[in-house]
């Protein structure tokens, strides 16, 4: 008797555990997207403020674009 009142408690329990583990893994696959999606911004924001205009000129390069 006490075995089959312990055993959905434990099966419930397994349960828990293993919802709290998808939710924390898609909440830090949510976080790392978010992480990726960010550094690609910052990367393009700096490709698009970093224009020909502000480049240094380079004067090999200037030669072989001439």
């Not at 790392?32 to 911004?41: A, D, P």
């Not at 910052?42 to 390069?61: Q, Y």
């Amino acid at each position: 008797m006490h075995r089959q009142v312990y055993s959905p408690g434990s099966s419930t329990n397994y349960f828990l555990s293993a919802a709290f583990f998808i939710i924390s893994f898609l909440l830090l696959s949510a976080r790392i997207r978010t992480l990726r999606i960010q550094s690609e911004h910052a990367v393009r924001l700096a490709a698009i403020g970093t224009s020909d205009a502000t480049l240094p000129k380079n004067p090999v390069m200037d030669a072989q674009l001439n």
